[in-house]
């Protein structure tokens, strides 16, 4: 089946500093990418909409200048927390839907834990 | 406007007894409906899911579910619990314009031995 990673699956920063997270389609192309932000014991909200070429489509109440997605290939999806603090710890978990498969599929990544000091 | 409800937060469960996990749904389309398990600290595992096709769906770990059109419901059932089920269970709908999927907020579920 197809595979979406994510890099890194844990990462510790300090407040203030800058993180990327990487979503990666390693067998298929997908020209759209989700984010999702899951707190603890909780369900999985819809940050953003990544799509490969134009502006990422952003949820109401997220700060697309905190939260920085860019969507460089058709396997590729990066989010960049900017100037991290404590709230924005958190389990930060991609998916994508393989192209042609509309959205009746789509893959999850494995999560990255984001800690802020 | 699509939502998705999840009845019980928590449910706990015997070794070898039913699993029963609920959702229903709200969706002005006819949807496609998922169910995913997340285990402590990893990503989503799709279970199953129903896109239009036959409304009793059969998944993985012997999980299955039915699509009750006239009850916009999509319950999770197992026959019979192992301890290995343990885990976080999430309902999910999709088929929508911009391929976003919306998830219930999701059931604990626990096995007693």
């Known amino acids: 089946g197809a595979v979406v990673s994510q890099h890194p699956s844990r990462v510790i920063c300090k407040s203030g500093t800058s993180v990327k997270i990487e979503c990666r389609s390693l067998?298929?192309?997908?020209?759209?990418m989700f984010w999702y932000r899951q707190f603890p014991k909780k369900s999985l909200m819809l940050m953003a909409t990544s799509n490969e070429g134009s502006k990422a489509t952003y949820e109401q109440g997220v700060e697309k200048d905190k939260f920085l997605i860019n969507h460089a290939s058709l396997t590729l999806s990066t989010l960049t927390v900017t100037s991290a603090h404590p709230e924005d710890s958190s389990f930060y978990i991609c998916?994508?839907?393989?192209?042609?498969?509309?959205?009746?599929?789509?893959?999850f990544g494995p999560g990255t834990r984001l800690t802020v000091t | 406007a699509q939502s998705v409800t999840q009845l019980g937060s928590h449910v706990s469960v015997s070794e070898g007894a039913l699993v029963l996990l609920r959702c229903n749904y709200s969706s002005s389309v006819p949807p496609y409906l998922f169910w995913y398990v997340q285990y402590p600290n990893q990503g989503l595992q799709l279970l199953l899911k129903?896109?239009?096709?036959?409304?009793l769906v059969k998944g993985i770990n012997g999980f299955e579910a039915e699509f009750k059109k006239s009850e916009t419901s999509f319950h999770l059932t197992k026959p019979s619990a192992h301890m290995s089920d343990a885990a976080e269970y999430f309902c999910?709908?999709?088929?929508?314009?911009?391929?976003?999927?919306?998830f219930g907020t999701g059931t604990s579920l626990t096995v007693i031995p």
């Open positions: 129903y896109t239009s096709a036959a409304t």
């Open positions: 067998d298929f192309q997908a020209t759209t």
């Open positions: 998916s994508a839907p393989p192209l042609g498969q509309g959205s009746y599929e789509q893959y």
């Open positions: 999910a709908v999709g088929g929508f314009t911009g391929n976003q999927f919306y």
